[in-house]
């Protein structure tokens, strides 16, 4: 239950980071709510996945399905890919 928890983790965070995209183009009140749920539970799940996975996995897994699946949906959504995005 720890890896599912920790992959749910993940994917709130990438839902945040849409959210943040979101926000800055609309600045609307239900963007910022999404924005604040999504991390809100992205934490609560990290959190309950630190219960039974080290520290340090649980961080590097969560961090990369983050940063890998920011970048993904950027270039999904329309992002401008450069070497900035990249290094």
């Known amino acids: 239950m720890a890896w599912i928890s920790l992959i749910l983790a993940g994917l709130f965070e990438m839902f945040g980071v849409a959210m ?3 926000l800055h183009k ?4 239900q963007s910022l709510v999404l924005l604040i749920l999504g991390f809100g539970l992205s934490f609560i799940f ?11 996995t649980a961080y590097a897994i969560w961090t ?3 940063a890998s699946g ?18």
């Open 26 to 29: 609309d600045r609307n009140w």
């Open 20 to 22: 943040i995209n979101k």
């Open 70 to 87: 920011g970048a993904i949906l950027g270039m999904v959504l329309g992002a401008a890919i450069g070497l900035k995005l990249v290094s």
């Open 64 to 66: 990369g399905i983050g």
């Open 46 to 56: 990290l959190a309950y996945a630190m219960k039974a996975l080290p520290m340090g």
